[in-house]
């Protein structure tokens, strides 16, 4: 079982930053695709920010475009979630996650399938809780 490990959340007033991060057994980059999620009290999870290893490429959720920024420091087995702006909708559960291999997606091309709705990463971390507010 690989077990991925949150940290660095906690309580940010609106418009302060926060680094997440995730620790990772083994190579993160011999994962497929690694990512950040998140849900919000009532909300179902959605994708944050995902990056293809194999191709380099960086994607990101509307509402993180431009806020946030994914980052890997693979000598550390590490991966990085850098939120600035934060603002109240952004609370919630944040997870990271990796997956083992592309999958069955014909429908979906690389490197996007790393970002695609449908597309089951493998392992997740527990969790950890960011919460904006004054």
């Known amino acids: 079982q690989v077990q991925l490990v949150e940290s660095g959340g906690g309580l940010v007033q609106p418009g302060g930053s926060l680094r997440l991060s995730c620790t990772v057994p083994?190579?993160?980059?011999?994962?497929?695709?690694i990512g950040w999620f998140r849900q919000g009290a009532g909300l179902g999870r959605e994708g944050i920010s995902a990056?293809?290893?194999?191709?380099?490429?960086?994607f990101y959720a509307a509402p993180a475009k431009g806020r946030f920024s994914i980052s890997v420091d693979d000598a550390n087995h590490t991966m990085h979630l850098d939120m600035t702006s934060l603002k109240s909708l952004d609370t919630a559960v944040y997870y990271c996650?990796?997956?083992?291999?592309?999958?069955?997606?014909?429908?979906?091309?690389?490197?996007?399938?790393?970002?695609?709705?449908?597309?089951?990463?493998?392992?997740w971390g527990h969790g950890i809780q960011v919460a904006v507010s004054s």
């Open positions: 996650a990796v997956s083992n291999s592309r999958g069955d997606y014909p429908e979906v091309s690389d490197p996007a399938i790393c970002f695609a709705v449908n597309y089951k990463y493998d392992h």
């Open positions: 083994g190579n993160i980059l011999d994962y497929y695709c």
């Open positions: 990056i293809s290893t194999k191709y380099g490429a960086k």
